[in-house]
């Protein structure tokens, strides 16, 4: 499976409720503290054991067409060919879905 490239870095918020040493303190209207939020580092990653699902979908006027999940890219385009040599539809929503882990960075 091809590499997607280097991860993207960025920061999450985690609710860390009676945690003392929060940074930032949302208050409701009551003016009592209600959550303490933590900012870290975190990471994504494509997740290889999760696969990548390809789809194609037609969308002609009324058509609803669609190739359903595909573990191969050739599957959905291959749909898309034959559904266009039928009906003469020759324009397709394709989408690919990959998995992605979150990590914390320490
Ligand atoms: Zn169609």
Avoid at 22 to 39: M, N, T, V, Y
Avoid at 57 to 85: I, K, M, T
Wanted: glycine fraction near 8%; aromatic fraction near 6%.
């Amino acid at each position: 499976m091809a590499d997607s490239g280097p991860p993207v870095t960025g920061t999450a918020a985690h609710d860390v409720k009676r945690d003392r040493v929060g940074l930032a303190i949302d208050q409701e209207a009551s003016r009592k503290p209600r959550h303490i939020f933590r900012f870290a580092d975190h990471v994504i990653r494509h997740a290889a054991e999760g696969g990548i699902i390809y789809e194609a979908f037609c969308v002609a006027y009324e058509c609803g067409a669609e190739s359903g999940p595909q573990d191969e890219q050739n599957a959905a385009q291959d749909w898309a060919l034959r559904h266009s040599g039928r009906t003469g539809h020759d324009l397709f929503r394709r989408v690919v879905t990959d998995h992605a882990h979150v990590t914390r960075v320490e």
